[in-house]
């Protein structure tokens, strides 16, 4: 009796709460709403003001120069996806053996090779930006997608990331397969990795999330703009469509929608992996 | 199990380490090297005539007068992780009490984080709009007559900038908060409340003492990721209007890709490190003194 009158008498309180945390939570959204009712609108509806957030007359004029012509954003999809998923895919599994063999194998110089992937964690892109240049001039890679595969290939947040969830994995379970006689290959693809896919699946996501979001270094790598990746072809459009504001929000939403679906549906992988190697990091 | 067997077996460590090792070395380490060798010759691009000119370059970094700006401005940019962070943990407590909706109200504030990039920055180069902008609108409507040029003058620039960076930064410290409240225990609280506490007390003498090891590292991370960025920057202003919004990062990419000046562009980049040395060494040294576990 006692809990269920405290409970009702919280239904009120909580909605209150509930109500004041969604207006602001609204607010945040806000660019993304504006984002996506301006790329429907009309030129003339743009700066109206108070906003219009349902256009009078909607078009889809504005999504369809985004998306045809000789500059469409198909040719800067295809490329980002490209390289987003190679470089996933790739640093995924890479990190994932580096990872076991910091985490599980005590073989001779880890610790000092560990050393040197916990100082170039501190080590800014813009260190590395002018030598990498002249390296990728003097490979001949340099404009090539290679310029970002490559090193995409190789990503030490997720070596950390790994490492810290192999560590949690009990030792027991190496030392009975030992005993078995299966050696480390076997234990890291039959044992380790299977355990690991909800660690593996969330580096998987952070990663992707970063590769198509990168812009800093399609910005120093790529000139070609054939070669061009999402956010330097947005980058494009709004250089050459300086008034087309309707144009430009139909191109942001070409590169924020995809994002936004991939978090739809890897929130819960996102916001785990992200805590825990903040929290138990 | 034999002895050579198990060391085989320890010597597959080098094995797995193996490939990621050689793309450490090759984009990393090499890299950074090669760098520093950078900082004390006057290459550039293109021009066969670079040379050793010892201590030149950290000379003219600090006799720069616009290494200086871009010093203030990366001050001024390094403001919105700790405002993100208070207003990431006002968001978290909140949301950490029983609410309708939670899953749906966190993923809403954590979407900025997520969605990051310069997609979105051309879409607050809009909402900034001085003269036709929604948001001077808004500000227009509610009596303000002359309300702030954001992004086009060189006095409110920066702060325009720290305004998106605190909304895309919220999101993640909010995350993070969460889940270091789950860890507090409610035996404590119900403690507290037994004595008498009142809510905001309980907030300040136990949740935010107890939460420290976080905001101590939601501010170090902070800092340092903030530190190296500057795509957005480099989208919507290009350093401008007047260098206003020229951060470090920024006119270190400047002085590399647009004058092609790769050697000072070294130098400046090794100021950056430094920075993020200096950050680095004093979370080691503050661990122990400034958070209360």
Same mark, same amino acid.
Not at chain 1, 83 to 106: D, E, H, K, Q
Not at chain 1, 183 to 192: A, D, P, Q
Not at chain 2, 144 to 157: E, F, K, R
Not at chain 2, 185 to 206: H, Y
């Given at each position: ?145 290679? %310029?970002? /595969? @490559? &090193? ?14 192999? *560590? +949690? ?84 939403? %070409?590169? /924020? @929608? &995809? ?14 992996? *992200? +805590? ?6 | ?293």
């Amino acid at each position: 009796m006692e809990i269920h009158r405290r409970l009702s008498r919280d239904v009120p309180k909580r909605l209150a709460a509930t109500i004041v945390m969604l207006a602001l939570a609204i607010v945040m959204v806000i660019p993304f709403l504006w984002m996506i009712s301006t790329s429907l609108k009309t030129p003339a509806e743009v700066f109206e003001y108070p906003i219009r957030w349902f256009p009078a007359h909607p078009t889809w004029a504005h999504h369809l120069k985004v998306w045809t012509g000789p500059k469409s954003f198909g040719t800067y999809y295809l490329n980002s996806l490209k390289i987003s998923i190679i470089g996933m895919v790739g640093a995924t599994f890479l990190s994932a053996f580096a990872a076991y063999g910091f985490a599980r194998i005590a073989f001779k110089g880890r610790n000092a090779l560990f050393l040197i992937y916990l100082s170039m964690m501190m080590v800014p892109p813009q260190v590395l930006f002018v030598p990498k240049f002249i390296l990728f001039e003097w490979a001949g890679i340099y404009n090539t997608h290679l %310029a970002l /595969i @490559l &090193p995409g290939l190789f990503t030490i947040f997720g070596v950390f990331m790994l490492r810290q969830f192999f *560590l +949690t994995i009990p030792h027991e379970i190496s030392e009975s397969a030992f005993i078995d006689g299966a050696g480390h290959f076997r234990i890291f693809f039959r044992l380790v990795l299977p355990l690991a896919k909800p660690a593996l699946a969330t580096l998987a996501i952070i990663d992707f999330s970063w590769q198509w979001n990168d812009y800093e270094n399609a910005l120093v790598f790529l000139i070609d703009e054939r070669l061009y990746t999402v956010p330097l072809g947005l980058q494009n459009f709004i250089l050459e469509n300086t008034v087309d504001y309707n144009g430009m929000m139909a191109a942001a939403s %070409a590169g /924020i @929608l &995809p994002m936004i679906a991939v978090f739809a549906i890897g929130q819960r992988y996102i916001i785990q992996g *992200l +805590t825990n190697s903040a929290v138990k990091g | 199990m034999n002895n050579h067997w198990m060391r085989r077996q320890r010597l597959l460590g080098y094995v797995f380490v193996g490939p990621s090792m050689i793309g450490v070395l090759l984009f990393f380490l090499i890299p950074a090297i090669y760098s520093f060798a950078l900082m004390f010759t006057n290459y550039k691009f293109m021009n066969p005539k670079a040379g050793f000119v010892g201590f030149d370059n950290i000379a003219r970094l600090l006799r720069d007068p616009l290494f200086y700006l871009s010093l203030k401005n990366t001050v001024i940019f390094l403001l919105a992780v700790p405002v993100s962070i208070a207003l990431g943990f006002v968001v978290a407590v909140i949301l950490n009490r029983r609410l309708y909706l939670k899953r749906l109200l966190r993923g809403l504030y954590f979407m900025p984080y997520i969605t990051s990039g310069v997609a979105v920055a051309f879409v607050w180069m809009l909402l900034f709009h001085p003269k036709q902008g929604p948001i001077n609108g808004f500000l227009r409507s509610v009596g303000i007559a002359h309300p702030p040029g954001w992004l086009s003058t060189t006095t409110s620039s920066m702060y325009a900038i720290d305004i998106i960076w605190v909304w895309f930064l919220l999101g993640y410290n909010m995350i993070i908060y969460l889940a270091a409240l789950q860890e507090v225990s409610p035996e404590l609280l119900e403690a507290a409340k037994i004595d008498g506490a009142k809510g905001w007390q309980t907030l300040r003498k136990i949740i935010w003492p107890l939460v420290s090891p976080t905001t101590f590292l939601l501010l170090v991370t902070g800092l340092i990721m903030t530190i190296k960025t500057f795509g957005i920057i480099q989208a919507i202003t290009q350093g401008g209007p007047g260098n206003s919004t020229t951060i470090l990062s920024l006119y270190v990419y400047q002085n590399a890709f647009r004058y092609y000046d790769m050697g000072y562009a070294a130098t400046i980049s090794w100021a950056l490190f430094a920075i993020i040395l200096v950050i680095t060494l004093l979370q080691w040294l503050g661990q122990k003194k400034w958070v209360h576990y």
